[in-house]
């Protein structure tokens, strides 16, 4: 027993030893799988960084082959509400073989045939607008500034391809929503901050849509000595959310409808402009982009002598004319690449000068009904368009 006793002890004193050596051969052994574990990780890492730099390229030759200012043409389906003057018939159609065709009956079965960058037939829907727009919106995040606007007469659907409804909600949400999804995916390599900021501009007047009683504002050369410009005063609000963002695109629409169109609901009088900057810093090199995003529903053109207005509402119209006019000269001098660009000829313009300029890039949306006549002088050179559209 003594014997057996003194071999039990010796054993038990060099278990320690031995269990001691077992678990650091383990350590050692877990150690260095994991270290490999991290080098194709890493490995893993740069493939991927190298992969979304490559996809951000592609995306940019994209985006630059379908040219920087872009015209869409969305048609108006034809409305319960909608009633049409008598005699009016359907002039406006569209080719369900041809995504670019929009056609204008003349008269005497004669007809126009126009080739937009895309023709949106009335059934179209909110997403698939959305759709088109969407490397813009990418576009933003990678530091670009981008300009969408709705244009079309009073009543063709403007707010409603912009600001849609609550069940079909239109681009200003769509973009949004796909910006803040397109960071969270970016999230292992990139930070943003998201500021957004709302104004209406009504007979010349700039408001601003996200504080409680509109200011009037102005706009100002940035004392910084960069040249750019800015509203002091405005309202420029951090968001970290789509649900945040939902609630500031609702209290500009309210807003909106307080301050300056008080007359009608429905009908949009003034230009309302949401603006974001999306500000991202590269985590790996520290590099920092700015992107802005700027999404207009204009006011409606009208054809001030034919509606027989007169007052406060010939003075509006008026406004809203020229200013449509002034952004159709500054686009037109922008693609004629002219030395001097008119953006100081209206507010909307002034405003927009950094985001209009060489190397930013437009969409132009233009709205139209099926019975719109007018539509019959869109020029084919859809920079013009804009301004002879206005006169018609
Ligand atoms: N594609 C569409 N599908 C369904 N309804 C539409 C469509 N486009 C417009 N509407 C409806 O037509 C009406 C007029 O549209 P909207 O208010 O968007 O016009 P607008 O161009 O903004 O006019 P205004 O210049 O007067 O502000 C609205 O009731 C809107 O919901
Ligand atoms: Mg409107």
């Not at 307080?258 to 974001?276: C, P, V």
Request: proline share 2%; charged share 25%; glycine share 6%.
């Amino acid at each position: 027993m003594k014997t057996d006793y003194a071999s039990l002890r010796s054993q038990v004193r060099n278990f320690s030893d031995f269990y001691g050596a077992a678990i650091t051969d383990a350590k050692k052994q877990i150690s260095a799988a994991m270290s490999e574990m991290s080098e194709a990780n890493k490995d893993l890492l740069e493939k991927y960084r190298k992969e979304v730099a490559l996809r951000r390229k592609y995306h940019e030759q994209l985006v630059e082959l379908k040219g920087n200012i872009r015209v869409l043409c969305r048609v108006k389906p034809v409305l319960k509400e909608d009633q049409h003057e008598e005699g009016q018939s359907v002039v406006v159609t569209t080719d369900p073989n041809n995504e670019s065709a929009l056609s204008v009956l003349k008269g005497q079965g004669r007809s126009h045939n126009f080739e937009l960058d895309r023709v949106f037939h009335p059934q179209a829907t909110q997403e698939e607008v959305f759709q088109e727009i969407e490397p813009l919106v990418t576009s933003c995040i990678d530091g670009y500034h981008v300009c969408i606007f709705a244009y079309g007469q009073t009543g063709s659907g403007k707010t409603y391809t912009m600001e849609g409804s609550t069940e079909n909600p239109g681009i200003n949400q769509r973009a949004l929503k796909h910006l803040f999804s397109e960071i969270e995916d970016r999230k292992d390599m990139w930070t943003y901050t998201v500021t957004v900021s709302s104004v209406e501009i009504y007979n010349e007047v700039l408001r601003d849509l996200l504080s409680k009683d509109g200011e009037k504002l102005d706009i100002k050369i940035n004392p910084d000595g960069t040249g750019q410009l800015h509203v002091p005063g405005l309202r420029v609000i951090e968001v970290k959310s789509f649900q945040h963002i939902k609630k500031l695109l609702a209290q500009a629409r309210r807003n909106r409808i307080t301050f300056g169109t008080q007359m009608n609901q429905h009908s949009s009088r003034s230009h309302a402009l949401l603006m974001t900057t999306v500000v991202g810093i590269d985590l790996a090199s520290g590099a920092k982009t700015t992107g802005k995003l700027n999404l207009v529903d204009l006011a409606g053109s009208e054809r001030v002598w034919k509606s027989g207005a007169e007052g406060e509402r010939l003075k509006e119209a008026q406004n809203i004319n020229r200013s449509l006019l002034a952004l159709g000269d500054v686009i037109q001098a922008l693609r004629g690449k002219e030395k001097h660009i008119p953006f100081r000829n209206s507010r909307l313009t002034y405003l927009l000068q950094d985001s209009l300029g060489k190397g930013n890039k437009t969409a132009m949306v233009v709205q139209v009904g099926t019975h719109d006549s007018t539509v019959r002088l869109i020029h084919t050179d859809y920079n013009v368009c804009i301004s002879i559209y206005v006169y018609s």
